[in-house]
Each structure stands twice: as C-alpha cells, then as structure tokens.
C-alpha cells in the first residue's frame, strides 16, 4: 500500500530554532513510544474490518485508549534521535519544489488484544450502561467507553455486544413497569400520569445517552444486518411490548387521558403539556390507534351525542349551531396542540359548495365523529326547527353559519336547498293565490326575490345549486294562480312607466325594470302580459302619460331580446303609428294654414293607429259639437287624398281637450277627456241641466256618462256643482256651471274616473289571448305540413313541440338571452295534447289537410 504526496519545503530557519527542533523530538519520541498500538491500527487498515474501525464517513477515528502497559517501550530505538536530524538534514537539502514520496507498509504482526479484554469491556460497558438507567454517575469517561466499543466492534464482538445491551435494557423496563406505584389502584389518576410521564421522558435520555456511547455499533453493526433494530428502535420496542403487555397500566393511563380530555371539555383547565408527552409517546410508541384512538373517539361520540340531545331541546337553532361552531373549534384547537393529527384521515364524498359536482373531501376522525354527532344526526330537526324562522327574519350571520357547517356533513347541502326551495315555493304562493294582495303582490315578490337572492349570494356563497332551486321555485309558485300574475306584471309596469310616478330616477327605474323581467321570466302566461302590457302601452301613448320615451324604449329593448321579435312587433308598429302620426298632424297643419281658414283657431291633433298594432276599442258613437264635426271632416278629405283606399274610424272614447273657461276668478284653461269636453261644453248654451238632459245631447253610454259627471262634480276640481250633494249621480240630478270656482293654477287636469276593470272584460281579454294562441298552433301545423307533405301523428306532434315548445307535460326551464324561435314559445302558456288534436281537426275541416285513406294516423298536406 502507497501513496505520494507533495510537501512544501521546510524553512531553515524554523530548523535553527532549538525550541522547535526540541519540540520535534519530543513529538517523534510519543509517536514512536507505543509500537503496539500503532501496529495494532495498521493490522486495522489492512483489513476489511478494521478499515471501518479506523475510518467513520473518511475520517480517521481517535484512539482513546491504550491496550496493555506492557507493550510500552519494547520497540522504542534508540537512535531515534540521529534518525530524525538525519531526516531533517535530507528535508533541509531538498531544493525547493522537489516531491518528496512516502511509503507507507503494512505491519507484519497482526495486533492482538490483551487477555479477559473482552470480559473487562462488558463489565465496564454494563456498569456504564446500568449507571445511566438509574441516573448514577459513570466510572469512566465516555471517550473511554466510545472506543471499548470501537475495539469489541473491530474484532467481531458486535453481536454479542448488541445482545448483552438488549438484554440489559429489557430488564430495565421490566423492572419499571411492575412497580406497585404504576400498577396499584390506589393512586390519583393525575399523579400516575404525571409518573408515567416522568418515566418516560427520563427513558428516552437514558436512551440517548447510551446510543451516543454505541453509536459505533449503531452505525456499522446495525446498518450491515437489516433485520436488526437500531439501538433507539430497539429501545421503543421493548418499551412497546412490555407496555402494551401490561394492560393494568396501559388502561390506566389510556382512562388517565380519557379523564382529562373529558374535564377539558367540561370547561376545566388540565395540563396540556402533559396530554402533549403523553400522546405522543403513543404515537411514538406506535399503540395510539389501537390503545387509545379507538377508546377515545367513542367517548367524544357518547359525550357529545348525549349533549346534543340535551342541547336539541333547550336551545333554539341559532343558539345550538353557535355551540356547534365552539365546539368544534374546541376540537380542532384540541386536535392542533396535544392530539395526534398525522393519523389516517377519513374520505368522504361531499356535495360540491360552489360548483354543482362531487369533491373530494378528507376529515380527521374527530372533527368527523363531531359533526356527525351534532350536525348529521339531527340534520332534519335543524332544519324543520328553524331554517323557516331564519330566512323569514332575514338572519344573514345565522344563515351563512349554518351553511357553512351543513357543508361539512354528507347531504348537507342538498337538504338544505330542498328544504330552502320548499321555503320560496310555500311563502310564495301565500303571495300569489290570495286575492287580497293582487295590489302588493308584484312588489311583493320583487322585495321576496331581491331577499332571497342576498341570502343566495352573501349566506350560500352564490352556489350555482341554490340559484337553480331559486329559479325553479319562483316558476312553480308564480303559476299557480294562472293569468293573474301576468296580468298584475303588465300593470305594475305601467305604473311605473306613466309620468305621475314620481320621485324615480332614470337609473332606478331602470333597476326596476330589470327586476321585473326577472319575474316575467317565470310566468308562463306572456301572451297575457303582451295583451295587457300592449292595453297600457296604447293608453300611455294616446294621452301622453309616458313618463320617458327612453324608458318605453328599454322596456321594449328588454321584452325582444327575452321573447324575440315577434312578441314585440306589434308594440314596435304602436311606436311607429304615433311617429308617423307626428309627420301627418304637422303636414296637415300647413294644409289648414294654406287652404281652410274655419279650422286655424282649433289645434286638433290627430293620432293615426293600425287596427292590427292597437288594441282593439268597440265603436263608440256620440253626439259631437259642430266646433269639433268640421275639422274632423276636413282632416277625412285631407288624409285620403294622400292614403286612398283606407279608412277611418274616430274613437272619441281615446279623445281628450284644452277647454279655456271663464270664472269670476279670472279664465282658467281645464285638460279634460273628449266626454268631459262634451259636458262642459253643454253649459255654454244652458247654465243649468238635468242628467236626462245631458244623457241625450251627447249620447255617451250611461255608465260612461255617470263616471264623467261624478269627476266633474264631485272631484277635487268641480267645475260644475250638483244637486243634491253626493258622491253618486242619480237620475233627476241637476247640475249647474260653477262660477264661483276658485285654484291657484291656471291649467288644470281633470282626471277621468277610471271604471274598475270588470270580470267580463278579463274574459274577454282573456278569451283574446286564447284565439291568438289558437292561430299561433294553427300556423305552425300548416307550416310543418308543407314542408314535411305526409307526416304521423305521434311526429306532427312532436315537431310542434319542437317549433313552439309549449309547456304540455315537461316544464321547461330555460334562462337564456338567446333570440330563437324556441325561446319565443318556451314557457309561454300551457297546453295540453287534447287542445292539439282539437287544431289539427279544424285544420281538417277546412281542407288545409287530411288523413291518408290507408292510415288514419297519418295526414297528408293539401295544396
């Protein structure tokens, strides 16, 4: 064995140094005195053993101890002296940079050890050993007793070494374990714990301590031999066994922790550092799960089941799932400072909080023994109990509590949203069917929606699934009661958009609106909000009560882009009526300047309507003033001169005037209806009339003509008085013009006193809407059946379905923007597959089709 390595020449003058040259001798002189050792270390390097004696990780290891006094001085020189400063001399000659090659050779005796060394060492290292176990002082130094175990290791004494260690510490813990103290019953359960603790901790010092003084051992002896524990392993595993072999003290100090887990949770305070030691020494120990674990979690679930039953019936939801929430926090800050909380964890399948899909959720055995104790098992008692309390007090904090801990558990969530959608289906129809709230109830349900929609988005945490059943409750409630809401829908409407709403800014109304087609997207009755809205619309138009043409324009905007634009092309065709009738009144008033003279002192305006945009008005004819019969003559010639081939139909009862009237106050200019206008003007001629008087000079329809009389005679401007005083107006009644009236403004509006909407009229209006319903089906058949010629029944059926999705047997729902054909029908009213056969057997009947002669089920398109 060889080995070269370059050395830096010495100088001379460290030579000429006496002191060192002396100190030199001295250093050779100790390195030569014990030739024993020093072979005894080469023998090592030679061979395979004891190269890792003589090495750890590339170090050489100290020698901390001699072998034998005897083999002092045998080998010592003594020309040792000369042979150095002859060495040194040649050092001194070498010229600079010159490699200087040393040889360094095996020892020709293997060394040997000192007879009974073997047995000194293992009554040294069992003194040593036992020493520590019993917190004595140790005889001898721990370098000493280090490389004891370097030389029994180094000459294949390892096994019965780690044998004699193994042994000693199994009596150690045998002798620990069955002291009476441990195993009496007599002692405090505190104070057995805190001994158990003591002995336990003062084992894994003594451990330590005596793996450092094996550590040679450890890292040669044990890493060779893989089914041999390490000396620290070793060690745990005796205490294991004997431990759990022992079931008088481990039940002691498993009821122990038990004890103070349960005061604990009572409120008292324990010492959380002692459950720390002593559950981790389980883990350590590798006993938790099955010495402690399995005990523990069916104490929790005994505890906290008897709790909930008992707080169940004591305290309201709110209260309870504020204990549920402490407790569990209780029990994760339990689980975070002395619990184990690297043990297996429990897998559960929970309904998805945000997105509608399964996620995979872990939970501690614990936290999921509470919660199924507390929350799972009383799951439809929460629930029934008092989610009905809280969303009717509006109670956000509450609401996002118990979403937040009905999440945790399996079905948590689905319940709650059923019974959520129950909720809106029962308080809805409570809005919806009573008679009694027809004026509230579109506000109403618009503040219902704005609430449960907060409660949707700040307390369920907008979750696609409580959106959906949001919707789908709103839908079924809102169509129970058929027509009506449709018909109140278009009516809030037009109170929102006629000018004498006041206080409504141009943005909020338009919040309003937007609100509103999210109901009108429910109803599945549009047709019936078209007939009404369309009714409105026409009044607003004509008297001019709109409140903003923008308005009316973004509500109609909002109406297209929801139903397409075919529900909306006759309210379109009504905005384009009243345009053009704006360009025809100004053309015809440069005709009356140019032409006729008798009509420049009368600003007639006239509204030209298409019958089949309007809504439609029965003829109404009454007995006009010449002052009003000749301009309407003259605008007749005027207007079919330029449109011939129409025709013109008056309706007086859309009419209104500017009537300027002279009182003793002064002249004062009165906003009237045509009928009022009418009236009025009858007292320039007789200052006193009876209502038969009146009745026949203008032939107004009685009904009619009563409502007129009683708004101007009993309203806040009377302009006529009556006779006798009343609220009502009877046959005989006189009426005189009132001169003596009195106001502080010069034009004044007379409202008409509107007649209540009859039930007769909601027939009709409704029957209306059935025969447009009635033309829609009849135009889809003809139009499936020209382009198919020859089509089953079961088909015909189902292509209707598909072009006009009525509701039949599937609701539908579909909350898009998108402007097709389907969304135009979709949920627009409810049909059933007899009202079908009905159309295709009066499409029949008129020969737009008939059935095949060999297949009655089967119909054939006639050309």
């Given amino acids: 064995m060889s080995a070269a390595k370059k050395y830096k020449p010495m100088d001379t003058s460290e030579l000429l140094d006496t002191e060192n040259l002396s100190a030199c001798i001295k250093k050779f002189d100790s390195a030569t005195q014990n030739p024993g050792r020093s072979a005894f270390a080469a023998q090592n390097m030679n061979s395979a053993s004891a190269a890792a004696a003589s090495t750890t990780n590339g170090e050489r290891l100290p020698n901390f101890s001699k072998l034998g006094a005897h083999h002092g001085n045998d080998m010592r020189s003594a020309s040792t002296t000369s042979n150095l400063l002859n060495r040194m001399g040649a050092i001194h000659n070498t010229k600079p940079g010159d490699v200087k090659k040393i040889v360094i050779k095996n020892f020709k005796a293997k060394p ?3 007879d009974n060394y073997s047995e000194d060492t293992y009554v040294k290292l069992e003194e040593a050993v036992i020493a520590i176990q019993l917190s004595k002082p140790i005889k001898y130094s721990l370098e000493e007793l280090y490389q004891a175990v370097v030389n029994m290791c180094s000459h294949k004494m390892d096994a019965q070494l780690y044998a004699k260690l193994k042994e000693l510490t199994e009596l150690h813990v045998k002798r620990n374990i069955k002291l009476k103290e441990l195993t009496g019953g007599s002692m405090d359960k505190l ?17 330590i301590m005596i793996r450092s003084i094996f550590l040679y051992m450890d890292r040669t002896y044990v890493l060779q031999n893989s089914s041999i524990h390490s000396i620290w392993d070793m060690g745990l595993d005796l205490f294991r066994i004997h431990f759990a072999q022992n079931n008088v003290v481990q039940k002691r100090t498993v009821d122990g922790l038990l004890t103070l887990i349960e005061k604990e949770r009572q409120g008292s305070t324990v010492d959380r550092g002692l459950l720390k030691s002593l559950v981790r020494m389980l883990c350590d120990l590798q006993i938790y799960s099955s010495a402690f674990e399995e005990k523990f979690l069916d104490a929790t679930n005994q505890l906290y089941k008897a709790e909930s039953q008992r707080k169940m019936q004591v305290l309201e939801v709110p209260e309870y799932l504020q204990h549920v929430s402490k ?8 689980l975070l400072h002395y619990l184990d909380s690297s043990t297996k964890y429990i897998f559960l399948v ?7 899909m399964d996620i995979l959720c872990y939970r501690h055995p614990l936290i ?12 439809t008692t929460i629930l029934q109990k008092g989610l009905d309390a809280l969303l009717e007090d509006n109670r956000l904090n509450d609401l996002t509590l118990l979403y937040g801990l009905l999440s945790r ?6 319940e709650l949203c059923g019974n959520f959608n129950g909720y809106i289906k029962k308080k809805g129809r409570t809005i919806v069917i009573d008679p009694e709230k ?3 109830m579109v506000q109403d349900l618009l503040d219902f929606k704005d609430k449960m929609d907060v409660i949707v988005r700040n307390c369920f945490e907008h979750n696609e699934k409580f959106t959906n059943s949001l919707r789908e409750a709103f839908e079924f409630f809102i169509n129970q009661r058929a027509n009506k809401p449709a018909e109140l829908i278009a009516k809030y409407v037009d109170m929102k958009l006629r000018s004498g709403n006041k206080g409504t800014t141009d943005e909020e109304l338009e919040k309003t609106l937007d609100k509103i087609m999210v109901l009108f997207r429910f109803i599945h009755g549009k047709d019936v909000f078209e007939a009404f809205y369309k009714k409105d619309l026409a009044k607003r138009l004509l008297v001019g009560k709109s409140a903003s043409v923008d308005s009316e324009k973004s509500m109609l905007s909002k109406l297209k882009q929801e139903c397409g634009g075919g529900f909306t092309s006759k309210l379109e065709g009504m905005f384009k009526d009243m345009e053009l009738s704006r360009d025809i009144n100004l053309a015809f008033r440069g005709h009356t300047l140019s032409n006729d003279r008798d009509v420049t002192n009368l600003d007639l305006t006239v509204s030209i309507l298409t019958m089949g945009y309007w809504p439609t008005y029965p003829p109404t004819e009454v007995t006009m003033p010449p002052q009003f019969i000749n301009p309407q003559q003259i605008f007749n010639k005027f207007y079919l001169e330029k449109h011939s081939g129409r025709k013109l139909q008056w309706q007086p009862t859309l009419g209104n005037c500017v009537l300027r009237a002279q009182f003793d106050a002064g002249s004062k200019e009165l906003m009237v209806s045509l009928f009022q206008a ?3 003007l009858l007292f320039n001629d007789k200052p006193t009339m009876s209502y038969e008087e009146i009745l026949a000079a203008t032939s107004i329809e009685d009904g009619e003509l009563r409502r007129t009389l009683q708004s101007l005679a009993c309203g806040r401007a009377r302009v006529i008085t009556k006779t006798p005083k009343g609220r009502d107006i009877e046959d005989g009644d006189q009426f005189d013009f009132h001169n003596e009236f009195t106001n502080k403004l010069f034009r004044i509006k007379i409202n008409q006193i509107q007649m209540k909407e009859t039930n007769e009229e909601q027939k009709a209006t409704e029957e209306r809407v059935f025969q447009d319903r009635q033309y829609q089906i009849d135009a889809a058949i003809v139009r499936i059946m020209k382009m198919r010629k020859t089509l089953s029944h079961n088909l015909l059926i189902t292509e209707l379905f598909n072009q006009l999705t009525f509701p039949v047997k599937v609701r539908t729902h579909i909350y898009t923007n998108q402007l097709n054909l389907s969304h135009l029908f979709n949920n627009y009213f409810r049909l059933q597959p007899a009202d079908l056969k009905k159309r295709i057997e009066s499409l029949i009947d008129r020969d737009y089709m008939e059935r095949d002669k060999d297949n009655q089920n089967q119909y054939n398109y006639v050309a």
């Avoid at 407790?327 to 339990?334: D, M, P, S």
């Avoid at 558990?409 to 689905?414: D, P």
């Fill in 368 to 379: 999921y023994n509470v919660e199924k104790e507390l929350l799972a098992e009383h799951l």
């Fill in 327 to 334: 407790r569990l926090a209780e029990e994760n800050e339990r």
């Fill in 438 to 440: 027809d004026k509230s």
């Fill in 112 to 114: 040997t050890l000192p």
């Fill in 350 to 356: 929970c309904c998805g909080i945000s997105i509608l």
């Fill in 191 to 207: 104070i057995l714990l805190e001994k158990i603790n003591n002995w336990w901790l003062s084992f894994c010092q003594q451990m």
């Fill in 678 to 680: 009418l009236v009025l």
């Fill in 409 to 414: 558990v399996k079905n948590g969530t689905s």
